[in-house]
Every structure is written in structure tokens, then in C-alpha cells.
């Protein structure tokens, strides 16, 4: 079941629904595709021990906009969607001579190889309007079943047959709303209920749902950022608990209708890029490193691979019909880094007065002294233990205390350095002209040693905010004994 305007939401979550799905090289043999594991699994609640059953439930809250903000004649309401993965095994069949078929791992047919494998069923369900005035609670049945497939051979003849399996599985969605400072709080827990006992493995997968989460559609009201909330929310936001689930907004980059509460960390109005010819499933892989990878397979290993898994089958095939220039296209585009990433902008995005594909265009010049730019001698006139930056009417050296606002989120690890004072051991210039400050954290008690060995953090001018000397005094270094070993 589908709904107006979630399509480009819907590509997103759908690689939510495959991630970790199928891993390269896509082969059944592969040991890690035997061991199969994804994000958002809600195992059943009664399985044994052994089976390593993952927790039953999920649940999220997200911030509106007060339902008395709507506009006039407009009824705020939420519609909820429950998106997931049903597993379904495939078991190969041989007929026998007797009439009887037997369970095999691989049966060979008209000089095609069929596996015996677990697929997966896309499974979504519409919860209609949630109100935002009180609770609901509904129990959801996902039906089972069994269908057969008849296999013959290039005469026609019935060789076996495909046995495909489906567990009933039952969840519990449950929503409830309140009020806090102005802004309605929407909670929805998602629960697995699978009555029996799942005694192994394999019992508890197939009672499971897969790579589950949510998408959350207003109308009437308003979606509120928790990652970026305006001053008036921040409290609120704050006040919100996620439990293996949190909620960003989605859709086109300034929209507020739309939410994905997603397994996986995102930021807002996470979108697949543009370069992407289609999903890999392989754990946020590099597509055009993976694609590579994919064309050096051989023939046996890409015949093992399409037999494995439709979803498979398509991925070689696709890697193996791409053009020079479709693989050109993976390799990128370079965007503005201070481009404010919340803004949509009328064209692609691209470096003042540059073109938007710069992977051709020359990298900012500086005087290297006639030398070439990648001959140490072009270094000659770049100093980091005595070289400065200006910050804020501020000059910055070695030595230099600062404070760390990071902005560029090269990673995740810089969210905790926001508002650490630290202490600059270099100021580095690189081939593009880029500047780039070195730093120690001064209340690391490790700080030291990392200056001792050269391990430095490194940020941007504009991240750094620098401080009156002495303002903030460094711990005494701890005493260590050289090792004689």
C-alpha cells in the first residue's frame, strides 16, 4: 500500500528496509550471507536463550507543532506507516522417481543453477489517522503461507519444484500523545507479539520483523527538527526518548510534514545521491568502490550470485551493463563544505563561480616557489610550528588556546569535542590552499602523550573560537615510567 507524497521519502526507507540485507559478493556460499543480520529486528518475545533473539520492541517521540497552529478550517492529524521485512524461505525441491521431492541446497536446471536461500517479503502497513488528543493501541496480523513453484528443464519436463514459506507474524503499534511547553509529543512503540516459543536461530528470524521502521505523515500541523530544534522547542526536544528507533525529518530539505524513524543513525532529509544507479544493500559501501569490486568477479562467482538472490541477480547484472560514463558518475561532485546544508539550492550545489562537476577544475593555486606542488621543496615556505591564522581579529599559533565549535560533522566523534578548549600544536596549509588547525584537548589526561606521537585533531579556522591565555589552565601531566621492554 502506497500514499501521495511519500515516494522520495520512500527510496530512502527502503534502504533502511535492505541495509545489511545481502553483503558482497552476494553469494550464498559467502560465509558472512550465511550468518545474515540487519538493523531494526524485533525478535519474538518468547524465544529461548539459544536462539540470540533480539529485543521485541521499538519506540519513538517526535515533536509537532501544537494542533492550535493549524491553519483555520484545517484538522491537524498524524498517519502512521509500519514498514518491514517478512522473511521467506526457499527451499529447492528434486523429484524423485518415485513421484516424492527431496530437499536440496542447489538443483541445476536447463544449465541454470536454483539455491535453496531465505528471501524477504516488503511488507507495509497503513495505520490510518492518529489523533493528537489521546492514545491508540491496534494488534496487526501479517498473514503466513506457502506457495509452490514448479520447476521443469528445456524440454518441459518437471524436474522439481521452489517451496516458499511465510511465518504468520502479529505486532502491536500503540500511540499516545501529550503536551509539552506548547509542542504535542507523539509516541509510537512498535512491539513484536509472536506467540510461540522460537527454540533456535533460525526459529527466531523467521518470527521476526526485519529492518522495521516508521514513516509519519502531518497534516495541519508540523514536525519540529530534534536534531536542530528552534530555541522555543530545545527543551521539549530534549525531553524526548528514542529506544532503537529515532525520528528525522524527511522528504525535500525544508519540508516539516514528513518523518522516518529509522534504525540507523541519519541526519534531517537524509536522500540517496544522485550518482547512485541503485542499491547495494552492502552496509553504506562506497558505490563505485563496491561496483568495482562487483566487475572482477568471474563468470562462476556471478552465477553463483544471480542464483542466490533476485535482488542479487539485478546488482551483477546492472554492474556488469554500465557504460565508462555510468561509472564516471559515481565518482562524484565536489560541493561547497560551507554551503548551509538545510537550504535547497536552485541548482546543484557548486563552488562560487565554478562549474558543478569540478572533478576537472584546478585546485586553488599558491606560490610554491616555482617547484612542483607535490615536491617537498614546495613546503619550503610553509612553517606549521611557527605559521598563524587569523580567527575572529585573533592571531592562532602553536600554543594558541581555542575553543571547539565543530560545524563540518566530518564524523561522529566531533559531536563530543563541541565546546572543549583546546590547545593549537599546528597551524597546516594543504595543496588546495585549505587551512587546517591541529589540536590536543587540554582536559585529555592523555593530551600529552598524543602530542608526544603527533596524534592531533584537526578543524577549520571557522570551527575554533579563540581564548585569552591562561584562561584555561592545563592539568599537570602525569608521571610515566619509560618502558625498558
Known amino acids: 500500500m502506497t ?3 511519500l515516494d522520495q521519502v520512500r527510496t530512502v526507507a527502503d534502504a533502511v528496509l535492505y541495509e545489511g540485507y545481502l553483503l558482497y559478493p552476494y553469494r550464498a556460499s559467502s560465509h558472512k550471507n550465511q550468518s545474515r543480520w540487519q538493523f531494526g529486528v524485533l525478535g519474538p518475545p518468547s524465544a529461548a536463550p539459544a536462539s540470540f533473539g533480539e529485543d521485541p520492541g521499538m519506540a519513538m517521540q517526535c515533536l509537532l507543532t501544537a494542533p492550535g497552529d493549524a491553519p483555520e478550517g484545517t484538522a491537524a492529524r498524524v498517519t502512521v506507516h509500519l514498514r518491514f521485512l517478512q522473511l521467506q524461505v526457499r527451499e529447492v525441491q528434486r523429484l524423485e522417481a518415485d513421484g516424492s521431492h527431496s530437499p536440496v541446497g542447489e538443483l541445476t536446471v536447463a544449465g541454470v543453477s536454483v539455491l535453496s536461500w531465505d528471501e524477504a517479503v516488503e511488507q507495509e502497513i497503513a495505520l490510518g489517522t492518529v ?3 489521546g492514545p491508540t493501541d491496534r494488534l496487526l496480523t501479517v498473514p503466513g503461507g506457502e506457495e509452490i513453484e514448479a520447476l521443469t528443464d528445456e524440454r518441459g519436463v518437471r524436474v522439481g519444484r521452489i517451496v516458499r514459506r511465510r511465518e504468520e507474524l502479529t505486532a502491536r503499534v500503540r ?3 501529550a503536551v509539552d511547553d506548547g509542542f504535542v509529543r507523539l509516541t ?7 506467540a510461540a516459543t522460537a527454540a533456535d536461530k533460525d526459529a527466531a528470524i523467521r518470527a521476526s520483523l526485519i529492518g522495521t521502521h516508521l514513516l509519519l505523515r502531518a497534516e495541519g500541523a508540523e514536525f519540529v527538527s530534534l536534531l536542530e530544534p528552534p530555541a522555543a522547542a530545545e527543551a521539549a526536544a530534549g525531553r524526548c526518548r ?3 528507533c529515532w525520528p528525522v525529518l524527511a522528504g525535500a530539505k525544508g519540508s516539516t510534514d514528513t518523518v522516518l524513524g529509522a534504525p540507523i543513525i541519519l541526519y534531517d532529509h537524509p536522500e540517496v545521491a544522485e550518482q547512485s544507479a ?3 544493500f552492502d552496509s553504506t559501501e562506497i558505490d563505485e568502490i563496491l561496483t568495482l569490486r562487483v566487475m572482477t568477479m568471474t563468470d562462476e562467482e556471478k552465477a553463483e550470485a544471480r542464483a542466490t538472490d533476485p535482488r542479487a541477480r539485478e546488482i551483477i547484472d546492472r554492474c556488469d551493463g554500465m557504460s565508462p560514463a555510468d561509472l564516471q558518475r559515481l565518482h562524484g561532485l565536489l560541493r561547497d563544505p560551507h554551503a548551509d546544508p538545510r537550504e535547497a539550492p536552485a541548482a546543484p550545489a557548486q563552488l562560487p563561480g565554478a562549474p558543478a562537476d569540478l572533478r576537472d577544475a584546478e585546485p586553488a593555486s599558491f606560490d610554491t616557489g616555482g617547484a612542483p606542488w607535490w615536491d617537498p621543496a614546495a613546503d619550503a615556505g610553509f612553517r606549521p610550528a611557527t605559521d598563524a ?6 592571531s592562532v599559533a602553536k600554543g594558541s588556546l581555542v575553543r571547539v565549535h565543530p560545524s563540518r560533522r566530518a564524523d561522529a566523534q566531533d559531536l563530543f569535542f563541541a565546546g572543549q578548549v583546546a590547545r593549537v600544536t599546528a597551524v597546516l596549509s594543504d595543496v588546495d590552499g585549505g587551512v587546517h588547525v591541529a589540536l ?5 589526561p592523555a593530551a600529552d602523550m598524543h602530542d608526544w606521537y603527533g596524534r592531533y585533531f584537526y578543524f577549520a579556522p571557522d570551527e575554533l573560537e579563540p581564548l585569552p591565555a591562561g584562561s584555561h589552565p592545563e592539568p599537570e601531566p602525569e608521571h610515566r615510567e619509560e618502558s625498558r621492554s
Request: glycine share 10%; aromatic share 0%.
Open 188 to 194: 509510537v512503540s512498535v512491539d513484536n507479539e509472536h
Open 440 to 444: 590536543v584537548l587540554v582536559d585529555d
Open 175 to 177: 500511540t499516545e500523545t
Open 3 to 5: 500514499a501521495p507524497g
Open 242 to 244: 528514542q529506544r532503537r
Open 389 to 394: 591564522v587569523v580567527i575572529n581579529g585573533v
Open 278 to 280: 541503485g542499491a547495494l
Open 131 to 133: 489523533p493528537l488528543d
